[in-house]
């Protein structure tokens, strides 16, 4: 990864087993998780993670556009992942490119893994995620984002879907790669978990692992997803909260 | 509709199949289906490779010509790497421009090929920040009958692996030489059917699954690239287990694409 880039690496960990913005190998980057941050959408969250910013909406269950993508038996999920162009260093032109349309899918399947489909025969349900900043982990952020508007909007489901990256940078596994890591990490491997089963229905890697290094990666993401399902859980009840204390929130 | 019909009625044989450890064209849950690899298929590729994973077949062809490096890559070749999903391959392609199954074989395939440092793309280098190599790698998906990421993996490291770069011809070099070939990435694919994890899917294996997931692994014990697809889930035991498998999977595959010969 980056090897064949002619920059000089960054120290990336401390020799006191610290990474360059001083977390634990442990430790997630700080994030915020607002329910329904949106006004048009059925259901939408916005999450602020490390210094990603992404934004969230479900739309549905509604008609199938185009119509022949419809099923009988159950409802489409129609994902869309989506990079605004001056979410990153360089403009990037507007537009789902490959990565942009890889990712739509994974996610889909994902969220379809969780969904009870059945339940909605002959309709869509539209989930748009869209990244403002980015700084690496931006589908592990658009997942937790969905996630939190799909239950926002009322959709029935297995479970929430927390989801985090898990690298090694300066030889050690660490957990949530912010950019430098992961630009010069040597690798990366991002998954989503279904909390109340321990399963995963996301899960990319690209690096150099070996067999011991990536059970350790497993068990890291595991953990560090049940961290980020709280936070979420969090988050929804401050949006439903009833009483004196209730968020003011839309 | 009858289509419909017919799919169901595979998916619950598929599946009740599984249940007793066994295959529709009774393999075992950790057996390929008959390999076969015919490299130097289309002569007007400087490297190509027809590769046959039971009826599944690909054809990759590799194109090197002289471009230009990206701005942030002075020093190094430029690798491309694309996967057309022919409507001549299987009753479920259209025509048009590529669908997310394509990119993503595209994509999970050129994952492992860069990750796993396949070829040295700084000796793809002619003048730094000026003039270097375009490595193509094109695979046309000719017969779909399951498992299109291992086959077309494959099919692109043995016409990576038999590639000569046309160094004459261009007036770049005095001679032709061969592509140098420094890591021989292996893509695995799995897919669960109820609580079997099987290896190599069919058509109707995959479309069956409940979550498929490919690793792909290099000869000196690294894992490079994964991906999980389709609706379903898998627990981080099973994973550490299919990585187990795609290991010794990946040594006998990796001698054949080396070798070419059966």
């Not at chain 2, 990759?60 to 890559?73: H, Q, R, S, Y």
Request: with cysteine; net charge negative.
């Amino acid at each position: 990864m980056g090897s064949v880039g002619a920059k000089e690496v960054p120290v990336l960990l401390s020799p006191e087993g610290l990474r360059i913005d001083g977390r634990k190998l442990d430790e997630l980057r700080p994030l915020s998780i607002r329910a329904g941050a949106l006004h048009q959408a059925d259901g939408s969250a916005a999450v602020e993670w490390g210094a990603n910013k992404v934004l969230a909406a479900v739309y549905g269950p509604r008609e199938v556009h185009p119509r022949h993508l419809q099923q009988n038996h159950k409802a489409v999920i129609q994902c869309r992942y989506n990079m605004a162009a001056f979410s990153v260093d360089e403009r990037k032109r507007p537009g789902l490119d490959r990565r942009s349309q890889e990712i739509s899918k994974v996610i889909g399947e994902a969220f379809e893994s969780v969904v009870f489909v059945e339940e909605y025969p002959r309709t869509s349900i539209d989930i748009y995620i869209e990244v403002l900043q980015a700084n690496a982990g931006t589908r592990c952020a658009g997942v937790v984002a969905a996630s939190v508007a799909l239950a926002d909007a009322g959709i029935p489901m297995a479970d929430l879907l927390p989801a985090v990256a898990v690298g090694k940078v300066g030889g050690a596994i660490a957990l949530d790669l912010k950019k430098e890591e992961d630009n010069f990490g040597e690798a990366d491997l991002p998954m989503a978990l279904v909390p109340q089963s321990g399963r995963l229905v996301l899960l990319q890697m690209e690096g150099h692992l070996t067999e011991p290094e990536l059970a350790q990666a497993l068990d890291l993401g595991v953990k560090g997803c049940r961290e980020i399902y709280e936070q979420m859980k969090r988050a929804l009840r401050e949006r439903y909260a009833v009483g004196p204390t209730a968020g003011a929130s839309s | 509709m009858s289509e419909e019909i017919d799919a169901e009625i595979r998916t619950t044989h598929v599946l009740d199949l599984a249940a007793e450890g066994k295959r529709l064209d009774g393999r075992g849950p950790d057996e390929y289906r008959k390999i076969t690899i015919e490299p130097g298929f289309v002569t007007t590729a400087d490297g190509s490779a027809l590769v046959r994973i039971g009826d599944t077949a690909v054809v990759a062809g590799i194109k090197l010509e002289p471009g230009k490096p990206f701005a942030d890559t002075p020093n190094a070749g430029v690798l491309t790497t694309n996967a057309e999903l022919i409507p001549l391959s299987s009753p479920t392609f259209e025509p048009g421009p590529p669908q997310p199954g394509a990119i993503e074989v595209s994509r999970v395939v050129d994952r492992a090929i860069r990750a796993a440092e396949t070829i040295d793309l700084t000796r793809l280098c002619v003048t730094p920040g000026e003039k270097s190599w375009v490595c193509y790698v094109d695979m046309h998906v000719i017969d779909h009958s399951g498992n299109l990421i291992d086959t077309s993996l494959l099919a692109a490291l043995s016409a990576l692996t038999h590639a000569i770069v046309p160094a004459k011809r261009f007036e770049i070099a005095d001679a032709d030489y061969p592509l140098d070939i420094q890591h021989y990435p292996i893509e695995c694919t799995f897919v669960r059917l109820g609580d079997a994890i099987v290896v190599d899917p069919t058509f109707d294996e995959e479309r069956s699954a409940q979550g498929r997931l490919t690793v792909a692994t290099d000869e000196a014990g690294h894992v490079v690239a994964m991906q999980k697809g389709l609706i379903g889930a898998f627990s981080p035991d099973d994973v550490k287990d299919t990585v187990r498998r795609a290991f010794r999977h990946g040594d006998e595959l990796r001698a054949r694409a080396r070798g070419g010969a059966p």
